[in-house]
């Protein structure tokens, strides 16, 4: 601690003795002179003042000295009378905000328990103070202990300060409990407990009860109208959010920046592009676009409505960039499917010397994929390595994932065992490495050892698990991860869960159950499911179920080509030409072209990328003469094409195309 900038600090604060105060301080000799040696008079506001700030700034040090200090005047710690009552609580309360936020807990329960007399500030300090640093138990202990002794009332300070710690859902009880005390005491009409109640419940995911306040508090200011909009956005009750937002801005309370951040948020669930350009035009018009908060959140909003160069234009006209406004445009590359521009963004801001943090890290790792270089992917772990964020799990798990979708599943390992925290993300990454490169067994295997480690699973370990027993064949053991999924852990299956296990019977031959299990879905079938079942009936060759599969998928996404396509090389399989024909021209009336599938390979730290027939590629001849001579010595070696897979690439009397 610097003492010169302490005196000049407190100079600007304090009364004009305040020079003559510390001229002994000035030796770093933490005296406090006493009143009768000195040619002014200690008085306790200006003591109290002394001790907030060194609360304020935590300098324990000198806030301890004050205290051994004015210990030696009793004047400030004699039993109180009528006339000096309220200054001798003013210093034991300044005393005890001092100690607690200097983190000396040990101390303020000392002074605590040495206070001749208490007031409400005194519990409502003690309360506050551990309850702020997380000791749940010590605070509501004070709180239950104030209370019993029924010599202390409640008041709003005691109300907000329970209530802003009970902000998880496990402690939901507590909110109910503090909602009863606000009606015995007489405190539903305050605008402040009202407040501080709705944000608590919001916090603890219960929405119908932060509602349920908001609706019957009689008066409402802007940190009501904020809370109850940024509370229902927080809970994905995003329509609700915007609906209430147009309310207030019909009313006479103006909203305020945290307000249009709320706003904006609700617009992102929704993928609401309209509304949030009406509302971007207002934060413009108050003149706090610029704010980084604000721009993060448009980015953010026009990154998930898919207008990526309104996010872009967003990002180059921010005055100030931080770590977060980078990630959210790099998610926003990602997400729309422009990885190459969010890995050269990263490169560039590596370049130019802008602090990497995890976050960014992780949001770059998540573009690294099949089609990108495995050699980029190395040089942004060695990145990690000398940044020293491999301790962070969700770098790590960022890494699990680059790794295997490049194929390099013994590095994925590597970094996995490397892990200091695991999380459950990152034993799902490495579950899904395992799904992902066809090694079912030891997925099933690494999901044992999760549990046994104490990890609970989350819906995209099930999702994992449900693929590699579809890869594996292990049909009983998926249908029982399953019925797991909601007996044991209270997971309800998405779609994406049905649809694995839709691919995962189908694969096992299993298609009449399959198509049973679809009609007895409690939720509408989607692409997804219809897809699952039609793929499985391409590769078992089932023509009635796969007719059936593909014009459900058709009434959904009538103008996709997969359908058309695998119920095409259903009929080829089965050698039924014509109706082959007639789904190949009904695919061409209706102006759907197949897409063009897509390979790459990397040699050399060089990606290349091929699509069927291509002819492109520099040294497209030598390599088609390469696989002419590869083909020519696999017949050779008596390997039969599985005409079932190329069918649809022959011609209707069976030969190749040429």
């Not at 509304?275 to 448009?298: D, P, T």
């Amino acid at each position: 601690m610097k003492t010169k900038w302490v005196i000049h600090k407190l100079s600007s604060q304090l009364p004009s003795w305040v020079s003559s105060v510390f001229s002994p301080f000035k030796t770093q000799n933490y005296h406090f002179p006493s009143s009768r040696s000195s040619t002014y008079i200690l008085n306790y506001v200006d003591i109290s003042l002394l001790l907030s700030f060194c609360g304020r700034e935590a300098y324990f040090d000198l806030g301890s000295s004050i205290h051994a200090s004015i210990t030696k005047n009793r004047e400030f710690f004699d039993s109180p009378n009528d006339h000096n009552f309220r200054n001798v609580l003013i210093i034991w309360n300044s005393l005890l905000y001092m100690y607690f936020k200097c983190g000396v807990f040990s101390d303020a329960v000392k002074v605590f328990d040495d206070m001749p007399t208490r007031d409400t500030v005194s519990w409502n300090t003690m309360v506050s103070g551990f309850l702020r640093n997380g000791d749940l138990d010590t605070g509501f202990w004070y709180f239950k202990q104030m209370r019993e002794s029924g010599l202390y009332g409640l008041d709003q300070a005691t109300l907000t300060t329970i209530l802003s710690a009970c902000d998880r859902p496990e402690l939901s009880f507590a909110n109910r409990m503090i909602h009863c005390l606000v009606f015995i005491n007489g405190f539903e009409r305050e605008t402040t407990v009202g407040n501080a109640l709705m944000t608590s419940y919001f916090k603890c995911g219960s929405s119908s009860l932060g509602r349920q306040v908001f609706d019957e508090m009689l008066e409402r200011n802007v940190i009501t109208w904020t809370a109850i909009i940024s509370g229902l956005s927080q809970n994905e009750m995003y329509e609700d959010s915007l609906g209430l937002f147009v309310q207030m801005r019909c009313g006479l309370i103006e909203p305020n920046f945290l307000t249009y951040l709320s706003s904006l948020t609700a617009c992102s669930g929704l993928q609401a592009l309209e509304k949030g350009r009406q509302i971007h035009g207002l934060v413009w018009k108050l003149g706090i676009q610029s704010n980084l908060c604000i721009e993060s959140a448009l980015m953010d909003l026009y990154s998930k409505c898919g207008s990526l160069e309104d996010a872009r234009r967003v990002f180059e006209s921010a005055v100030e960039l931080d770590e977060v406004s980078m990630t959210v445009i790099l998610v926003g590359f990602t997400q729309n499917g422009f990885e190459e521009e969010a890995i050269e963004f990263f490169v560039k801001m590596v370049n130019i010397g802008t602090e990497v943090d995890p976050n960014m890290v992780s949001a770059v790792l998540g573009a690294c994929g099949v089609d990108t270089s495995l050699g980029l992917g190395k040089q942004i772990h060695s990145l990690v390595i000398k940044r020293s964020l491999g301790s962070n799990p969700f770098v790590g798990n960022g890494l699990i994932n680059m790794y295997s979708k490049c194929g390099e599943l013994q590095e994925s390992i590597k970094v996995f065992n490397g892990l200091t925290c695991r999380n459950s993300v990152s034993w799902n990454s490495m579950i899904a490495a395992f799904a992902r490169h066809g090694d079912g067994f030891r997925a099933l295997r690494l999901y044992e050892e999760m549990i046994q480690e104490g990890a609970v699973p989350t819906d995209l370990t099930f999702l994992s698990l449900l693929h590699a027993c579809s890869h594996v064949g292990l049909v009983d053991k998926g249908m029982k991860f399953l019925k797991s999924m909601t007996k044991v852990y209270g997971i309800s299956p998405r779609a994406e869960h049905y649809a694995c296990v839709v691919d995962m019977l189908g694969r096992a031959g299993l298609l009449n159950e399959a198509k049973s299990l679809i009609e007895r879905l409690s939720i509408k079938p989607d692409v997804l499911i219809w897809q699952a079942l039609l793929g499985a009936c391409s590769i078992r060759g089932d023509t009635e179920i796969g007719k059936y599969a593909a014009e459900q998928l058709l009434l959904l996404e009538p103008k996709k080509p997969a359908p058309y396509v695998l119920l095409a090389n259903i009929y080829s399989s089965k050698g039924r030409w014509d109706e082959r024909a007639r789904t190949i021209k009904r695919m061409k009336e209706m102006g759907v072209a197949k897409e063009t599938g897509i390979s790459w390979i990397e040699i050399e730290k060089k990606v290349h990328s091929f699509v069927v027939e291509d002819k492109k590629h520099p040294q497209a001849e030598i390599i088609y003469g390469v696989l002419a001579e590869l083909f020519r010595l696999m017949i050779d070696e008596g390997y039969v094409p599985d005409k079932r897979f190329i069918l649809y690439y022959m011609n209707q009397d069976g030969k190749y195309k040429q």
